[in-house]
């Protein structure tokens, strides 16, 4: 069975790359699909881009046209939960779309012609990623990430939690837009633009699905700062540690 390994940004995209044995790569669509093995699972790896539109062109081409039977998503997000902290870990549990409007004719958020608001990711694979997250950050960040880096964001307890995730083509970054969503959709911890297209096309194709986001800020005015040197420094590195922990038998 192949996995898909969806990236929200290029550096995590690399940095699994280079763990990767018997690569080869198929160019489609402005993607680069790179298949081969990882930790001994058969994988492709690509960068999804960003956005709805691309995260969801990307992940119909690895169902129909690569036919990985199971796909898992990293990233950061912007946390709107108060009790979010850079370099904590969410798992999605459900995924709403928070641009999604086509009321009045039926409710705001539900998903037309689907007759609900969210999808929901796969259960065993949710949980396995939990125990995944806690294993990197109780036994490998401390190895994985300097003194300095981890002192700088502040990553001294980072925690693991299950909750609904919403995305939108929108870098949430006001206080404003924030207290909007939590209003709109109460149980969301936070915010990003490509999960719940990712899940709506995996629903359509009945794919199991899961979403792994590491808070990479507040999502509101301070939303941008240090946001290409958490990327390049942590969230890649996170990433890479968490999923070598689900799939990885040495580090079980």
Request: charged residues 20%.
């Amino acid at each position: 069975m192949t996995i898909a390994i969806m990236s929200a940004m290029a550096e995590e995209n690399a940095a699994l790359i280079n763990q990767l044995t018997g690569a080869f790569t198929t160019k489609v669509g402005g993607r680069t699909y790179h298949q081969g093995e990882l930790w001994g699972h058969s994988v492709v790896l690509v960068f999804s881009h960003w956005g709805k539109v691309a995260a969801a062109s990307t992940t119909t081409y690895l169902i129909a046209g690569l036919g990985v039977k199971e796909i898992i998503f990293t990233g950061v997000a912007g946390g709107i939960h108060a009790d979010l902290n850079v370099g904590d870990i969410v798992i999605a549990k459900q995924l709403y779309q928070h641009d999604m409007d086509a009321s009045p004719i039926i409710p705001r958020h539900e998903i037309p012609l689907l007759d609900r608001a969210a999808i929901e990711s796969d259960a065993s694979r949710c949980e396995a990623l939990r125990q995944a997250a806690e294993h990197f950050i109780s036994q490998d960040l401390t190895s994985t990430l300097s003194s300095t880096l981890r002192e700088e964001f502040s990553l001294s307890d980072p925690k693991v939690v299950i909750a609904d995730i919403a995305s939108g083509d929108q870098f949430i970054s006001s206080d404003a837009e924030v207290e909007d969503l939590r209003k709109r959709l109460p149980t969301v911890a936070c915010v990003e633009m490509e999960g719940a297209a990712i899940a709506q096309v995996c629903d359509a194709f009945h794919i199991p699905f899961s979403v792994i986001r590491t808070i990479s800020d507040s999502a509101n005015e301070e939303a941008a700062v240090d946001f290409p040197r958490f990327i390049d420094e942590v969230a890649k590195l996170y990433s890479l540690g968490i999923l070598r922990c689900l799939l990885d038998p040495a580090k079980a």
